[in-house]
């Protein structure tokens, strides 16, 4: 790596270079298969006129990117505080475990698009049904991540916390939380993948004024097919920030865990 300049050399050592490379590749791909098959624009736009429209309006689609961001954080974050009291009880009883994990196998497997609408008629218009559908569509996904990693506490040094008498608050937060931050921080990348897309749809479907989703559900009521294909590929590049803020929060937080050695 001597003779790459400091900025291509920081980009490998952060395991950029290969996700990138395959974005171009698929890229490529996709504007072949439109050219070559001659697609509908509403069906399928070709990358470059997608760059188009992203750059005649940049405002706009960053803006409503910020909506949908900030929709994504809060639900994941409740979900988060939420699946770690729910993972702390089911990890420390077995009987809560094999009655809770049925249920948020329910949650995790129904299409959760056809109860967008009755959410949103329980809790009105505007943010809040958003908000809780990213939480509750993310909620077992990060759950089963939580008590699968707090089970996983090397067993010696529970039998220390055992022999001391510890609190109870003292082998969560010392013993079984830091357990299972490996376990969470996977997790997350998928908790991510499902509270971003239940964003999108959830904003439409909430009438919302601003963010993504409602970006392109008017678009697509009035068969704008640009502006409908900038707001999922803006969509999936938030999705990849996200993913590359987790990784670099992974990295931080698990400096002395195995997986980052």
Same mark, same amino acid.
């Given at each position: 790596?001597?003779?790459?300049?400091?900025?291509?050399?920081r980009?490998?050592?952060?395991?950029?270079?290969?996700?990138?490379?395959?974005v171009v590749?698929?890229?490529?791909?996709?504007?072949?298969?439109?050219?070559?098959?001659?697609?509908?624009?509403? $069906?399928?736009?070709?990358?470059?006129?997608?760059g188009?429209?992203?750059?005649?309006?940049?405002?706009?689609?960053?803006?409503?990117?910020?909506?949908t961001?900030?929709?994504m954080?809060?639900?994941?974050?409740?979900?988060?505080i $939420?699946?770690?009291?729910?993972?702390?009880?089911?990890?420390?009883?077995?009987?809560?475990?094999e009655?809770?994990q049925?249920?948020?196998?329910?949650?995790?497997v129904?299409?959760?698009?056809a109860?967008?609408?009755?959410?949103?008629?329980?809790?009105?218009?505007?943010?809040a049904?958003?908000?809780?559908?990213? @939480?509750?569509?993310?909620l077992?996904?990060?759950?089963f991540?939580?008590?699968?990693g707090?089970?996983?506490?090397?067993?010696?040094?529970?039998?220390?916390f055992?022999?001391?008498?510890?609190?109870?608050?003292?082998?969560?937060?010392?013993?079984?939380?830091?357990?299972a931050?490996?376990?969470?921080?996977?997790t997350?990348?998928f908790?991510?993948?499902?509270?971003?897309?239940a964003?999108?749809?959830?904003?439409?479907?909430?009438?919302?004024n @601003?963010?993504l989703?409602? @970006?392109?559900?008017?678009?697509?009521?009035?068969?704008?097919g640009?502006?409908?294909?900038?707001?999922?590929v803006?969509t999936?590049?938030?999705?990849l920030?996200?993913?590359?803020?987790?990784a670099a929060i992974?990295?931080?937080a698990?400096?002395?865990h195995?997986?980052?050695?």
């Open positions: 790596m001597t003779n790459l300049n400091p900025f291509m050399t980009l490998i050592r952060a395991g950029w270079i290969a996700p990138l490379v395959g590749l698929f890229a490529g791909l996709w504007e072949a298969v439109v050219r070559i098959f001659d697609v509908r624009p509403f $069906v399928l736009l070709a990358p470059s006129e997608i188009a429209e992203l750059n005649a309006t940049p405002g706009f689609f960053f803006e409503n990117a910020l909506v961001g900030r929709h954080l809060i639900g994941l974050v409740i979900s988060l $939420v699946s770690i009291g729910v993972g702390a009880v089911m990890a420390s009883a077995s009987f809560i475990e009655a809770t049925p249920v948020l196998v329910l949650i995790l129904t299409p959760w698009v109860y967008v609408t009755s959410v949103v008629t329980w809790l009105g218009f505007g943010e049904p958003i908000v809780f559908m990213v @939480a509750f569509t993310s077992p996904i990060f759950t991540g939580v008590v699968g707090m089970k996983s506490a090397d067993q010696s040094t529970r039998e220390v055992a022999s001391i008498d510890a609190r109870r608050i003292d082998v969560l937060f010392r013993l079984r939380l830091p357990a931050l490996p376990s969470i921080f996977t997350a990348r908790a991510m993948a499902l509270g971003l897309a964003a999108y749809f959830s904003e439409g479907a909430a009438l919302s @601003a963010g989703g409602a @970006a392109g559900k008017r678009a697509a009521a009035f068969n704008n640009p502006t409908l294909w900038a707001t999922i803006t999936a590049a938030l999705g920030i996200g993913l590359g803020i987790i992974e990295r931080t698990l400096r002395w195995v997986s980052q050695r």
